[in-house]
Nanobody
Framework: QVQLVESGGGTVQPGGSLRLSCAASGSIFSIDAMGWYRQAPGKQRELVAAITRGGTTNYTHSVKGRFTISRDSAKKVYLQMNSLKPEDSAVYYC??????????????WGQGTQVTVSS
């Protein structure tokens, strides 16, 4: 099994910053990509940002220029969120796609961390 543990959520005022972290563990052979999704009440889960093993990044339009996704190892990913807006409030989920030690493909999700932007 593959486990993802997120941290770094919280409450911040508009214009503030937060940094989310996600660490993967388990019998992992390789991780091809990791990403961050978010889901606000009454809305569908949406991709916020993703990064491949090779370092290619992808962002949803609404966060471009404000959020930065990065990896400092094969199993850890961060989301630096600056200039936060109330509409960024949501539960943020980390996900990872790769292969387990048995070479079985996997897609795993973290438990989610709440981000609230409010004055």
């Amino acid at each position: 099994q593959v486990q993802l543990v997120e941290s770094g959520g919280g409450t911040v005022q508009p214009g503030g910053s937060l940094r989310l972290s996600c660490a993967a563990s388990g019998s992992i052979f390789s991780i091809d990509a990791m990403g961050w999704y978010r889901q606000a009440p009454g809305k569908q889960r949406e991709l916020v940002a993703a990064i491949t093993r090779g370092g290619t990044t992808n962002y949803t339009h609404s966060v471009k220029g404000r959020f930065t996704i990065s990896r400092d190892s094969a199993k850890k990913v961060y989301l630096q969120m600056n200039s936060l807006k109330p509409e960024d409030s949501a539960v943020y989920y980390c996900d990872a796609v790769g292969r387990m030690a048995t070479l079985t493909p996997f897609v795993s999700w973290g438990q989610g961390t709440q981000v609230t932007v409010s004055s």
